[in-house]
């Protein structure tokens, strides 16, 4: 009937085939354990390249954030009003107070003038805003109440200055009769 006359297998023989099936499928699985630990590495690899991109992307973008900060403070600073010291000049007779500085910084406008003294009554400086250049001198007129000794009068103002790019810098002088000082 058939061509071939198979005798049936021996126990040896069934042994050795399930064997080499078992050496076969174990060495597929190894493979493909290997083939998915490769792909898995591969991926792993390019997610962390693209996280150290990433990482490098961000701290340069804050490095560029931080040099435009210290360009822009340093253009404000460079375009900042730089006042001399307040000069006192007191008139005993009329019992008057000049305060005169000088703008030794970039030219400025005056915009306000806050002058909450009460020993001294301030005039309000006029054609506010003014335009105070480099070297130019700012002056102020105050009176006293007569029951207050001119020496002894206490003032306080705010002066109010913007630049050209529009930063405010604000002035305060702090005064008692002759001494005064500038912050």
Same mark, same amino acid.
């Given at each position: *009937? +058939?061509? +071939?006359?198979?005798?049936? *297998?021996?126990?040896?023989?069934?042994?050795?085939?399930?064997?080499?099936?078992?050496? +076969?499928?174990?060495?597929?699985?190894?493979?493909? +354990?290997?083939?998915?630990?490769?792909?898995?590495? #591969? /991926?792993?690899?390019?997610?962390?390249?693209?996280?150290? !991109?990433? &990482?490098?992307?961000?701290?340069?973008? &804050?490095?560029? !954030?931080?040099?435009?900060?210290? !360009? #822009?403070?340093? *253009?404000? /600073?460079?375009?900042?009003?730089?006042?001399?010291?307040? /000069?006192?000049?007191?008139?005993?007779?009329? %019992? $008057?107070?000049?305060? &005169? *500085?000088?703008? &030794?910084?970039?030219?400025?406008?005056?915009?306000?003038?806050?002058?909450?003294?009460?020993?001294?009554?301030?005039?309000?400086?006029?054609?506010?805003?003014?335009?105070? %250049?480099?070297?130019?001198?700012? $002056?102020?007129?105050?009176? #006293?109440?007569?029951?207050?000794?001119?020496?002894?009068?206490?003032?306080?103002?705010?002066?109010?200055?913007?630049?050209?790019?529009?930063?405010?810098?604000?002035?305060?002088?702090?005064?008692?009769?002759?001494?005064?000082?500038? #912050?």
């Amino acid at each position: *009937m +058939f061509l +071939f006359d198979i005798p049936p *297998m021996t126990k040896w023989t069934t042994d050795q085939v399930a064997n080499i099936i078992n050496i +076969f499928s174990a060495i597929g699985t190894v493979g493909a +354990f290997l083939y998915a630990f490769y792909l898995e590495r #591969r /991926n792993s690899k390019k997610i962390n390249d693209l996280a150290e !991109i990433t &990482k490098e992307l961000s701290n340069q973008n &804050k490095l560029i !954030i931080d040099q435009n900060e210290l !360009i #822009r403070l340093q *253009m404000e /600073n460079e375009a900042a009003p730089f006042f001399s010291n307040v /000069n006192v000049e007191i008139d005993y007779h009329n %019992g $008057s107070i000049w305060l &005169k *500085m000088v703008n &030794k910084g970039h030219p400025v406008k005056w915009i306000n003038a806050h002058l909450p003294s009460n020993d001294l009554k301030f005039q309000e400086p006029e054609f506010l805003p003014k335009f105070i %250049g480099k070297d130019e001198q700012v $002056s102020l007129l105050g009176f #006293r109440n007569k029951e207050i000794p001119i020496g002894k009068c206490k003032y306080n103002l705010v002066l109010t200055f913007k630049n050209n790019y529009g930063n405010r810098f604000l002035y305060l002088i702090i005064g008692e009769g002759e001494k005064a000082e500038l #912050r």
